[in-house]
């Protein structure tokens, strides 16, 4: 992708990341109670989406 629309897709990425998930990610780890699982899926998650991100 070429001009402005990488730009601003980082912008919409990292303003839903700041506004949406990060208060989910803080309610989600209060009910898991589980960091060493959500670590295990954020990971197979970021797997997954690099693998087919390279296809």
Known sequence: M???MPLL???V???AAG???NPLGAWLDDKV???RGM???SFA???IS???WLL
């Open 2 to 4: 070429e001009g402005g």
């Open 9 to 11: 897709l980082s912008a």
């Open 13 to 15: 990425w990292l303003t």
């Open 19 to 21: 506004l949406i998930y």
């Open 33 to 35: 109670n589980s960091r």
């Open 39 to 41: 670590y295990m899926i």
């Open 45 to 47: 998650g970021i797997i």
């Open 50 to 52: 690099t693998s087919c």
